[in-house]
């Protein structure tokens, strides 16, 4: 689009970051942005991570697809992990949310290359298998 085209409509979660928004203004692209959703916790969630973790005990990984799942999850991994958290590999779908688990002092084992399943997949097989092989 040239500068001075029509404005556009920035539909957006509560919890967005400014990077999209700051590009188009520094390139004069008007932007009107609204936020159509809230981001929170889900009713069940400590119920159903304390019913996997019984049932399927500590797993090898964990990923995390958006920094408000750090946010509401790893506290909760790290109580039902207990000692055992140490052994669990941790891999991010992309950088944002790796810098949120980093600032949130868990190591990063891998982040996906693209967001996608296959490039997920492939980094968290690569991490393990280095763990087992």
């Known amino acids: 689009e040239k500068p001075n085209s029509s404005c556009l409509l920035f539909l957006c979660g509560a ?13 004069g692209i008007p932007l009107e942005s609204l936020t159509v959703y809230q981001t929170t916790q889900h009713t069940n969630l400590q119920e159903s991570l304390s ?36 052994h669990v590999k941790f891999a991010a779908i992309g950088p944002t949310t790796a810098e949120a688990m980093e600032a949130a002092g868990i190591p990063v084992s891998c982040t996906a290359e693209s967001p996608t399943p296959q490039d997920l997949a492939a980094g968290i097989q690569k991490v393990l298998c280095l763990q087992n092989c």
């Open 15 to 27: 919890l967005k970051r400014e990077v999209l928004p700051t590009v188009l203004k520094e390139k």
């Open 51 to 86: 019913s996997y973790f019984s049932q399927q005990g500590i797993p090898a990984s964990v990923v995390f697809f958006s920094p408000s799942g750090v946010k509401f999850c790893l506290q909760h991994i790290l109580k039902l992990s207990g000692d055992f958290i140490k």
